[in-house]
């Protein structure tokens, strides 16, 4: 069994609340806890809390994290009316949400947990990577001991930005050049898993309490957006330390500081400046969604 943390932007894009639902039901899965990065984490770290509710795992302790990247401005959506971006609301919370209690903390915990459980510990990052960077910078000793770190992010055949490296590129390198070792699931492989209507319509009629509250927060989400089709882009990132999903290829990696910010460059052989990092190239669409199914019950 596993034991591992989820470090996530829930709240925003809908994938999230679906990588979190599953791993929460995943069996070979012993979830630590959760920690929430990026704007407005308080109001992230109350969502968590409801899902875990509904999931019958009030047990996971969750820590809000940073709000701000280390140097990169926080990104303005497009619809927002001028608020203090760590003050603005995120597109599935809403207010009765505000009695569950946020604490803080995100490093700190990665760090106790890191220094326990060493390589038995394995990271999901699904946001941007700003609080394992600051974990990292703030304690490195413990940090180097992590087992493994799965992300999502990144377009690794493509040098195009995507939004969690986007968002805080510092954070990114900090991460990619620590040597822990690190599976990367990006926008390759990700963009082939398009949520399929089917399985929409089998969450939204469910019984689970879970379910009901994806299909809520899906509605959120989509009236907020607009969006038509949502792309499973976590949950792929989870499901792929659990199966063997996804074809990983070592390959050595930057990411961008200056022009083409949020961008990695990629080489296929060591070269200065450039890190290892295990790369999803391929993924079973079908046994993801197998994976998925069954996780969510449905």
């Known amino acids: 069994m596993k034991k591992v943390i989820f470090d996530t932007d829930i709240g925003d894009d809908i994938d999230d609340a679906f990588a979190l639902a599953s791993l929460a039901a995943e069996p070979e899965a012993e979830l630590l806890g959760v920690t929430t990065v990026y704007r407005n984490t308080a109001q992230r770290a109350q969502l968590v809390q409801k899902l875990l509710l509904a999931a019958g795992r009030t047990d996971v302790p969750v820590f809000a994290g940073e709000c701000i990247p280390i140097k990169e401005k926080i990104r303005p959506f497009a619809w927002e009316n001028g608020a203090s971006p760590e003050r603005e609301n995120v597109c599935q919370w809403s207010e009765d949400y505000r009695s569950f209690p946020v604490h803080t903390g995100a490093a700190e915990f990665l760090a106790a947990s890191a220094k326990r459980w ?98 809520l927060w899906f509605d959120r989400w989509f009236k907020h957006f607009g969006f038509e089709k949502s792309v499973m882009h976590d949950p792929l990132a989870v499901a792929s330390a659990f199966r063997p999903l996804c074809r990983f290829e070592t390959m050595y990696v930057r990411a961008d500081l200056e022009q083409e910010r949020g961008a990695f460059f990629v080489q296929r052989s060591p070269q200065a400046g450039y890190f290892p990092a295990n790369i999803a190239v ?13 996780r969510l019950g449905c």
């Open 118 to 215: 060493k390589k038995e510990l394995v990271i999901f990052a699904v946001g941007p990577l700003t609080n394992l960077a600051r974990a990292i910078e703030r304690f490195p000793d413990e940090m180097k001991s992590v087992g493994a770190i799965y992300t999502m992010g990144g377009s690794f055949l493509h040098t195009e930005p995507e939004w969690n490296i986007l968002c805080d590129p510092e954070a990114a390198q900090t991460v990619y050049s620590s040597g822990i070792p690190l599976y990367a699931v990006g926008l390759d492989v990700t963009l082939r898993c398009t949520l399929e209507d089917g399985l929409l319509e089998r969450v939204a009629s469910s019984e689970r309490e879970t379910n009901r509250l994806l299909s």
């Open 282 to 294: 391929d993924v079973d669409k079908k046994a993801f969604y197998d994976w998925l199914e069954s």
